[in-house]
């Protein structure tokens, strides 16, 4: 609980919980808090964070107290949730469906540090938020023991074993392939390898689209388009 004081010198307990829930006690009135008292609030909170979203959506005050925190990364952030939230349902429908030796294999979030470094090799090119917050529900499938993978055979990629094929295959890019960027997401399955796809243009339809390649020659000409995004995608697993 936080005790702030109004322009007009009346106290308030301010309580947070988590997903936040913000309550004013006595009569509930947001908007007269300044803007400097805002902002220290938003201190309390994980930076760039869904609760942020929350605050500053408590009323026009706040959203205009908060404007200067996000440092136009407020959409971004937003469209983060969003399709971490989205992935988090896919994934516990897919769970249900998938075989024991499968469900077993899958490993757990993928660590901030190996996200950073897999978001670092992929610059300047955007890594889609859809797939980011994949590896943060699995980070991959272990490949030991019985499981044969969960998509034909090909094991989930970890993000770090995707961040060391991905410097592999930028070797072999040619020249006329430069705007364009292929992540490896499952192992091989003979000679052929499910990848991502993303352009500098994150307004190319072709961005974030899910296709199976020749792993010889990642970036052939060549290919077949699996689904638009790895959202969709898991749907077809």
């Known amino acids: 609980m936080i005790k702030v004081r109004t322009e007009k010198g009346r106290v308030l307990d301010l309580n947070l919980h988590h997903p936040l829930r913000l309550r004013l006690r006595p009569e509930p009135n947001a908007s007269t808090l300044s803007s400097d008292i805002i902002r220290r609030i938003f201190s309390f909170l994980a930076p760039l964070s869904e609760d942020w979203l929350a605050a500053d959506s408590c009323c026009s005050p706040w959203r205009e107290a908060a404007w200067i925190l996000w440092k136009g990364r407020r959409s971004d952030v937003k469209s983060s949730i969003a399709a971490s939230r989205r992935i988090g349902i896919k994934w516990k429908k897919l769970e249900g469906f998938l075989d024991r030796e499968v469900l077993f294999a899958l ?81 091989l399955s003979g000679t052929r390898q499910v990848a991502i796809e993303l352009c500098l243009d994150c307004k190319d339809e072709r961005d974030g689209r899910v296709i199976l390649i020749s792993s010889s020659l990642p970036y052939a000409a060549h290919f077949k388009v699996l689904a638009c995004n790895w959202e969709n995608f898991l749907t077809l697993v």
């Open 107 to 187: 490993c757990d979030p993928a660590k901030d540090d190996d996200l950073r470094k897999l978001k670092e090799t992929a610059r300047p090119w955007v890594i889609p938020p859809g797939f980011v917050a994949s590896l943060k529900v699995h980070d991959g499938e272990r490949d030991r023991g019985p499981s044969r993978g969960m998509y034909f055979g090909s094991r989930l990629l970890s993000t770090r074993e995707i961040s060391q094929t991905c410097q592999t295959w930028k070797k072999t890019r040619p020249l006329d392939q430069t705007q364009v960027l292929r992540l490896p997401v499952f192992s």
